[in-house]
């Protein structure tokens, strides 16, 4: 069975933010509801800046689904991690639950939604928007076990290096490509 996700290249990101751009614009999220964010990563000795985007993950173990007290989150057979919005009664149980900060609270309509990997549109064949429309071709998307069999999984060093959190409390399903 697919478990779908996503690579996330370092390497070649510089920061457009197209991303999270398309994302806003295609889910008409509300103000200050970002479900995919481009972080700066930081390091001295040497001094670099590198760009990680980051939406939901699809977790293996998707935290968000184990604390909802309304049974808000499903996960579907190819992975992606779905929100039921109008169950959810805006606790915030899966906002904190989550270590990479993917649900997001709506503080007008009072409820949280998070990305959906366009679900819609992977359903069709095609690729969520992000992917889609990333102009370095930073993001891919695709089964994860062929994403981790042609780019590896650098993501141990990747925490390591940025101090993000551990991939060991959910299993997300991302790859990231670390910069040279």
């Not at 928007?129 to 990747?158: Q, S």
């Amino acid at each position: 069975m697919t478990q779908y996700g996503f690579v996330i290249n370092l390497q070649d990101c510089y920061g457009c933010k197209t991303c999270a751009v398309v994302c806003k614009s295609e889910n008409q999220t509300a103000k200050g509801v970002q479900w995919r964010r481009v972080r700066e990563l930081r390091t001295e000795n040497p001094n670099t800046i590198n760009f990680l985007s980051m939406s939901c993950n699809h977790c293996d173990e998707p935290q968000c689904l184990k604390v909802c007290p309304v049974s808000a989150y499903t996960k579907r057979d190819d992975g992606i991690v779905i929100q039921d919005h109008e169950r959810c009664l805006g606790c915030r149980s899966c906002v904190m639950a989550c270590p990479y900060s993917a649900p997001q609270y709506d503080p007008v309509e009072k409820k949280v939604s998070k990305c959906d990997m366009c679900v819609d549109l992977v359903d069709q064949g095609l690729k969520p928007k992000c992917v889609e429309l990333c102009p370095g071709n930073v993001l891919k998307f695709g089964d994860i076990e062929e994403i981790r069999a042609e780019y590896g999984n650098d993501i141990d060093v990747i925490e390591r290096q940025y101090n993000l959190p551990s991939h060991k409390i959910s299993k997300p399903n991302v790859v990231i490509i670390a910069a040279n």
